[in-house]
DNA sequence: CCTAATTTGTAGCCTTGTCTACACTTTGCC
DNA sequence: GGCAAAGTGTAGACAAGGCTACAAATTAGG
């Protein structure tokens, strides 16, 4: 149906490799956000109150608790969690790392969004959805431009 | 085990309610934005070559052919999309006017992103990702924000 | 100290999105 | 016109992430 001559297309267009990559790379942040979200939450409820217990998680997340918990054993099988029955969940030294770069890139996304204009609310709900796919690059940017002003 | 007391927190973490009401949205986003990035794409592949074969979507997005099939059923099941057996596919009117609009919207994220001083390249990959997460209000800022400077 | 409420854990089941493998059209070329 | 290549479609498997329902442990109150 005339495939091989087609690349007379339009210019705009990327190459299809490139646009293959940058999918992929969504796909896969999409796929380590939530132990991102989980590790974060999780870290945020031990310094707050000195212990992240399941059914917290969950009430925090949204989720039932059987999906916590069911996210909490994959966070123990990737090595980022500890946890004995019926005790809470605590984090490994990785684990805790991990939250603390992620912590530090949602207040990055979130101060960019306030300096360019979007309401303080506003900032907070979508950079929980925008940070799982900033590049270091450009937080790197974005820590510039918030120094520039 | 120490629940109810624990109000004692330290203030910085938000409400339960309003935190699990985040990742919520967060969560429902990550579904629709496979649909927009297909539709989009689709749409894409129709104005540079006029047609849109599901080898090819596959190929954009780095996926098998069967996955990209699959997920064009889904299209066509929820109303954006129409196709006919070893026929390319096409947008309904409602297919056209979505990626008309996520096409506009990743212009925007990818300008402000670049006008906050992230490369342009890295600008256009990370946009993939983010682009699902922008909600209305913050879209309008970053208008604000381009104009007025 | 015993019972009831809460929390935790387990066991299915569903949907999405991915894959590979196989079967069937359509297209292109001699 | 017929055959090989390319594209298309279908089936079945798998992991992730969600749910409900049930079972077991822990905690708290009387």
Do not use: W
Request: charged share 30%; proline share 4%; aromatic share 4%.
């Amino acid at each position: 149906m005339a495939a091989k001559m087609e690349r007379v297309a339009k210019p705009q267009m990327p190459t299809e490799a490139a646009q293959a990559h940058r999918f992929g790379k969504a796909r896969t942040a999409q796929s380590t956000a939530l132990l991102e979200d989980y590790v974060e939450l999780i870290s945020d409820l031990l310094a707050s109150s000195g212990e992240a217990r399941p059914t917290d998680v969950a009430r925090r997340f949204g989720v039932s608790h059987a999906t916590a918990i069911k996210t909490i054993a994959r966070l123990k099988r990737e090595g980022l969690a500890t946890s004995k029955p019926y005790r809470g969940v605590f984090l490994t030294q990785e684990g805790e790392a991990l939250a603390e770069r992620v912590r530090a890139r949602h207040r990055l996304v979130v101060d960019l969004l306030v300096a360019v204009g979007v309401p303080p609310d506003c900032a907070e709900a979508d950079a929980e959805g925008i940070e799982h796919h900033v590049s270091d690059v450009a937080l790197d940017a974005f820590r510039h431009f918030l120094a520039r002003r």
